[in-house]
């Protein structure tokens, strides 16, 4: 198992941590959550997680230069092309994918929604699905939608997920709301393969979902089954999985899922008016027939959670339920109702069998430090979603009615702001020699994209 370690950092740095750690002890506070700011970034993924993958980084670049679905210039295209590659846009506005999946099967692929031209790049209408491995998307926004279809009818989308195959991928900085299935999640077979060791290589791994704004699963709409508001699955058997800095709000569960057999780690994420489940780990027992049931892994470090309108009473931060075993570490959290009044941490939702494992040490990717949880209210906002230096009004909305305790769980996105509208694209070519190509920032720095020229 790999532990978080100390970075390596320079004599001076080495000092200053030294007397960060004796100010944290003096406060009473665990020395991780005096940490700088390293996790949270206002633009740009701090720390790879366990995914440690450069994406199309070295290849050639691939512009779109159509808002069209399909055809050429289009994303469709430019993610079907093979060898590594980085997607850049000469067009912003809205791509209608009309009721259709945008499908990543070939590796070795950076999507850098920075470089569109403003509003940037919405997706309506659809989802995304990653297949393959080293890949990085960053600054989009998923809207799915139910797009005025019928109740229960079926057809339901996910903002974003993965299927077999999937692994070294990274989400940072996206927007997704109004999935009719999970806005964002972790997915592939659960026992494709004749061991668990198996399963773990076949399934989705190695991913990390960092600084997204994941709100608004829509709840009565299409999904055949039903009530369906969900944030962020991780299935069955997914491993080495890290959701940091997220915001999560008015998604009635799975803020997040793990599921049976499930390792992953949750970092500074925000949690607001869930439903019925805040996070939770559940071994299903009748979809592990015939298997050996696996005990899960996870780790909460350094995560805040308020209970809003929607929110059941005395909802704790995790919560247990179904049939098999969790290790767990659990440290630094905060769980406060509507007036700041604490809630619990930990409880059950089930008569199942399940136990509560407690780790000792947390299972961290290397070098992953946290950031204190009481400050996460403040800076989390300002941090997470697509474009933060130029937010469209949904984004903006979204988090004003976070920040004022009115965001509510939806049926239906014109409940809320509504799909945006699908206007003329904008245009502006893309100057390499204005972009490190090594990570897609830009060469002016991050600074220079928000108004005033400095990073919130």
């Known amino acids: 198992m790999r532990r978080a370690r100390a970075e390596r950092r ?25 940490a700088d700011d390293l996790p949270l970034h206002a633009a740009s993924f701090t720390h790879p997680g366990w995914a440690a993958t450069r994406g199309g980084a070295g290849g050639r670049i691939e512009r779109v230069t159509t808002l069209a679905a399909d055809g050429p210039g289009s994303l469709r295209a430019a993610l079907q092309a093979r060898g590594p590659r980085t997607v850049v846009f000469e067009v912003g506005g809205v791509i209608d994918l009309a009721g259709g999946q945008l499908r990543i099967n070939e590796p070795q692929v950076t999507v850098a929604g920075q470089t569109a031209p403003e509003p940037g790049i919405t997706l309506i209408r659809g989802e995304l699905l990653v297949a393959t491995h080293d890949v990085i998307v960053q600054h989009l926004r998923i809207r799915p939608g139910a797009y005025g279809r019928a109740k229960r009818s079926g057809q339901d989308h996910d903002g974003l997920s993965t299927a077999d195959g999937a692994q070294r991928l990274i989400v940072d900085h996206c927007s997704f709301s109004w999935a009719t299935d999970e806005n964002l999640s972790v997915g592939g077979s659960r026992f494709k393969g004749a061991t668990p060791d198996a399963w773990r290589a076949a399934t989705s791994h190695a991913i990390t979902y960092s600084h997204n704004l994941i709100v608004e699963g829509l709840a009565d709409s ?87 309108p929607d929110t059941a009473e ?7 339920g179904g049939a098999g075993d969790v290790e767990l570490y659990e440290a630094d959290n905060i769980a406060q109702d509507r007036q700041g009044r604490p809630l619990p941490i930990s409880g059950r939702y089930t008569s199942g069998p399940a136990q509560i494992v407690a780790l000792r040490e947390p299972d961290l990717p290397e070098g992953l430090r946290w950031l204190a949880p009481q400050r996460l209210e403040a800076r989390l906002p300002l941090l997470v979603g697509a474009r933060p230096w130029a937010r469209d009004a949904i984004d903006f909305k979204q988090l004003s009615d976070i920040a004022e305790d009115r965001g509510r769980i ?45 990073l919130p």
């Open 314 to 320: 005395n909802l704790p931060l995790f919560t247990l």
């Open 410 to 454: 939806v049926d239906d996105e014109t409940q809320s702001s509504g799909l945006p509208r699908v206007a003329a694209p904008t245009r502006r070519a893309f100057v390499e020699s204005e972009w490190h190509l090594a990570d897609m920032s830009p060469r002016a720095g991050w600074a220079s994209l928000f108004p005033g020229g400095k």
């Open 10 to 34: 320079s004599p001076q740095a080495l000092l200053g941590g030294m007397l960060l750690g004796v100010l944290c002890a003096t406060l009473g506070l665990p020395t991780p959550a005096c």
């Open 222 to 308: 299409v999904h055949a089954k039903g009530e369906h508001s969900k944030g962020t699955l991780v299935h069955d058997n997914a491993t080495r999985i890290l959701l940091l800095g997220n915001v999560y709000a008015s998604n009635r569960e799975r803020n997040a899922l793990f599921k049976g057999g499930a390792r992953g780690a949750m970092v500074n994420n925000l949690i607001v008016n869930p439903g019925q489940r805040a996070v939770h780990y559940n071994l299903v027992a009748h979809e592990w027939d015939g298997q050996p049931w696996q005990v899960g892994r996870l780790t909460l470090v350094g995560n805040a959670y308020r209970a809003g």
